[in-house]
């Protein structure tokens, strides 16, 4: 690995430590921001650094830029060839996350007009090991924050201010002893967890919430519902959740780019069924992570393969 961290920060490659921005930046204030996560998984074996679905990511990214008005001077391409020059140079040799950002530059603070101010792009790529500090299957607590309405706020795209509901419900759980929340829309029915989207099984049928129930439109999500169905021959039900289902049901996991695919066996202090990972949620865990790490040829179109150094 390098002895410096480096960043893409006002078009070029800088020190992380130099790519700072001023304290009267529009996004700082108002989090006039658009955000990606993307997961860089280490294949030993292979020397290589495996980005999962780098295309997909910023494809997302630049539709949170349409809808924050924000103009930045990079393509898809684009953005995919400086992540890779980036975490080159940067020479990490395990996991990482990789964090783009696009947002309101301009330095403005009495100004809610987006279309009236500068936009940039900058980009961070840190190691990055487990998100949930837990063992086995996790315990969530439904939160008593509810997710904002695609009409409060654009909820299928990453944009930072809209962020602030899942900190407040992850904060709120980790305080009370759980690892993650769950947050239900306004009408009562299941959204997502603070990071993630939701899966319940029961009876060996997988069932999620509807993309238009406020969910963001995951691509873990995506992922996870394409291997159900070429490698399980599941299809799942996309339908409205209801709390009290979740407590009944045999098996709950969440999908995430920082969390995977995470099993969970507590609810709000009930058992999903006997408390363990579900043999399906296992299986698709155990898939799942296989073609992350570079190690299913039939899904190496969803992997960006990085060696540390660009050697």
């Keep these: 690995m390098a002895s410096t961290t ?15 921005v001023r304290v009267d930046t529009h996004a700082l204030h108002y989090g006039t921001a658009a955000f990606e996560g993307v997961r860089g998984n280490w294949n030993e074996e292979h020397g290589k650094v495996y980005i999962f679905r780098l295309r997909e990511h910023y494809e997302r990214l630049i539709r949170g830029c349409k809808i924050l008005r924000m103009d930045i001077p990079y393509s898809v391409d684009d953005l995919c060839q400086i992540t890779v020059d980036l975490l080159e140079r940067n020479g990490f040799a395990e996991d ?22 500068a936009s940039d792009f900058t980009l961070m790529i840190l190691p990055f090991g487990a998100y949930i500090e837990a063992e086995g299957a996790i315990k969530c607590q439904t939160s008593s924050w509810r997710r904002p309405d695609d009409s409060m706020m654009p909820t299928g795209v990453k944009i930072t201010g809209l962020y602030t509901t899942s900190i407040l419900a992850k904060t709120e759980a980790v305080m009370a002893g759980f690892d993650e929340a769950i947050l239900l829309n306004h009408d009562g029915s299941v959204s997502e967890g603070s990071g993630e989207n939701l899966f319940m099984i029961n ?22 519902m394409t291997l159900a169905k070429k490698e399980l021959g599941i299809d799942i039900v996309q339908r409205r959740i209801n709390r009290s289902e979740l407590y009944l049901a045999d098996e709950v996991f969440l999908t995430g780019t920082a969390a995977h695919l995470t099993p969970v066996g507590r609810i709000d202090n009930r058992d999903i069924g006997d408390g363990s990972t579900g043999p399906l949620t296992q299986q698709l865990q155990d898939i799942y992570f296989e073609c992350v790490t570079g190690k299913n040829p039939d899904y190496m179109d969803w992997c960006t393969g990085v060696t540390p150094g660009g050697g």
């Design 6 to 20: 480096w960043a893409f920060f006002k078009g070029q490659q800088v020190p992380l430590e130099e790519a700072n």
């Design 96 to 117: 990482v996350y990789i964090r783009p950002l696009a947002y309101k530059s301009e330095e403005a603070v009495a100004n809610l007009k987006l279309h009236t101010l």
């Design 203 to 224: 009876n060996g049928e997988i069932h999620t919430p509807f993309e238009t129930a406020n969910a963001l439109l995951g691509i873990t999500r995506d992922s996870v």
